[in-house]
């Protein structure tokens, strides 16, 4: 048994296995070096001090340290109940924002006029209370304008819909909060790690405003063009919707990246062969398309929510024409009544954002552009051979899923269309934009390596391969990749 000064000594104190090619981890009989130090930053006790030396003085009475130093305060890497946690804030995000969309597609977004955060909690239960609520909704234009009609019954069933969105937010952000702070308290996630949840956190509670704000903007006469039945603006409506796409993709990128350093250290002896697969030049191609389809179907989501807001999807029912042609008149599509200044200069983008007819056809082109993107992507990553041998095996899965689901996306989307936007097929449209958004994030996470697992990985193999001298080191520990 020898202990070996290595990197001026810091390592001096720990026993070497001769075998492992690391001066600071004991591997066992059976266990590849990248396992041993997987353990090691995993935090569990892999280190072992050389008996005839002394501990240090400055760790206490029989504390271990590593590296030569205390334990650190904030462990090496995040725990996979951090991600499977995330996992499930994320479906949770998921399920609120196909409610979010039942809820404006049966225009029972109105129905409450106040916001309480914590006394809003508690819905009507006696009459005097319903009593009152309906005498708030019976204040409000949606009631004078678009339903002088209805019945306490009738409103109630609005009531209860917007009440439940409301509460499940109200679900989503303390089933998030309490478990932060608990793995913040105990130190189950690294600081960069913690710093990114806790932005999460706040974009939660924003997205709580941006919701009330979007609702207040129903509410006022004069936020809504005369003659029209009022409704919320659109601009906000889209803020809302991309804070939730925010949020949710924030999640899912988090968990994905956490469940991609676990597996790492967990098969590490497959961890060369998997890295030098994803970092492989064939790839760049996949790689940047991946970060392109991502940013194309949010901004088709977004301009989904530019159409729910406008009402643009009761126009022109037909595919693949809009009045006879694959474009409605110039006349229609760009009207001077949307501009409001004197020159004319805002009215290109303000039809974009403001007329129905303009807005609908823009989500078309945004659509059929998405639906050739994954289409033409597929085919790349199957018919250009140097791509399809070094594609991960996963990537490839989520190449499949992603052509599936942007194929019924767009059935969907048509038949949605040419019946008149109905609930169930609006609501599952809306659904599948956010499914196929998921697919393009875990493809892009699964094309990519994150520059500080790849840090990690390179000073791992260059500490393993040290033994050699620079002419017989592998060309692939010598790849100035592994250096970033």
């Known amino acids: ?3 070996d000064n290595i990197g001026g000594g810091q390592f001096s104190r720990f026993r070497r296995n001769p075998q492992a090619g690391f001066g600071d981890v004991e591997t066992g009989p059976h266990e590849s070096p990248l396992n041993a130090l997987g353990r090691s930053l995993d935090g569990n006790p892999t280190i072992t001090y050389h008996p005839a030396l002394p501990k240090d003085p400055h760790a206490g009475n029989g504390q271990r340290t590593v590296f030569g130093k205390h334990r650190p305060f904030w462990p090496r890497r995040d725990g996979t109940v951090v991600a499977r946690w995330l996992f499930l804030s994320a479906g ?18 109105l129905s409450i006029t106040e916001w309480r955060p914590v006394a809003g909690s ?71 790690t913690a710093v990114k949840l806790c932005g999460i956190g706040g974009l939660i509670g924003f997205q709580g405003f ?9 509410l006022k006469d004069d936020l809504f063009e005369p003659g029209s039945h009022p409704r919320v603006s659109q601009y906000r409506l889209v803020s809302h919707l991309g804070t939730a796409f925010i949020i949710y993709g924030s999640m899912v ?64 029912n037909e595919w693949p024409l809009m009045d006879g042609g694959l474009a409605p008149p110039k006349a229609e599509l760009f009207k001077d009544f949307y ?9 290109w983008w303000r039809n974009m954002l403001e007329n129905p007819a303009m807005a609908q056809l823009d989500h078309r082109i945004l659509a059929v552009t998405t639906f050739s993107s994954v289409i033409a992507l597929w085919a790349y990553t199957r018919l ?48 599948g934009s956010l499914a196929l958004f998921t697919v393009a994030l875990a493809l892009r996470n699964r094309l990519i390596v994150s520059r500080l697992l790849l840090s990690r990985c390179g000073q791992i193999m260059r500490k393993k391969h040290d033994r050699f001298t620079p002419q017989h080191r592998p060309s692939w520990i010598s790849n100035r990749k592994w250096s970033r």
């Open 122 to 192: 508690v819905p009507p239960l006696s009459k005097a209370d319903w009593a009152s609520e309906f005498d708030k909704y019976r204040a409000s234009p949606e009631f004078a304008l678009l339903n002088p009609n209805i019945t306490l019954n009738e409103f109630k069933k609005i009531y209860w819909m917007e009440w439940g969105h409301r509460l499940w937010g109200r679900v989503v952000g303390i089933t998030y909060v309490v478990p932060l702070i608990y793995f913040v308290l105990k130190r189950r996630v690294t600081p960069r």
């Open 339 to 347: 501009s409001r200044r004197l020159d004319k200069a805002d009215r």
């Open 210 to 218: 941006l919701g009330w704000w979007m609702v207040k903007s129903g």
């Open 253 to 316: 990128w988090m968990g994905l990246n956490i469940m991609k350093e676990f597996r790492f250290f967990k098969e590490a002896d497959h961890g060369r062969w998997r890295f030098r697969k994803s970092i492989a030049p064939y790839l760049n191609v996949p790689r940047r398309a991946s970060l392109a389809l991502t940013v194309l179907v949010f901004i088709t989501a977004m301009s989904g929510g530019i159409v729910a807001g406008l009402d643009a999807g009761m126009i022109y």
């Open 92 to 109: 949770s995000v998921f399920g609120l924002v196909v409610l979010g969309g039942l809820t404006r597609l049966t225009e029972s977004g």
């Open 1 to 3: 048994m020898r202990s």
């Open 384 to 431: 250009k051979v140097e791509t399809a041998e070094r594609m991960p095996p996963r990537a490839k899965v989520l190449m499949l899923r992603a052509v599936q689901i942007v194929c019924v996306q767009a059935a969907l989307g048509i038949t949605t269309l040419l019946y008149l936007v109905p609930v169930p097929l609006a609501a599952a449209h809306q659904a």
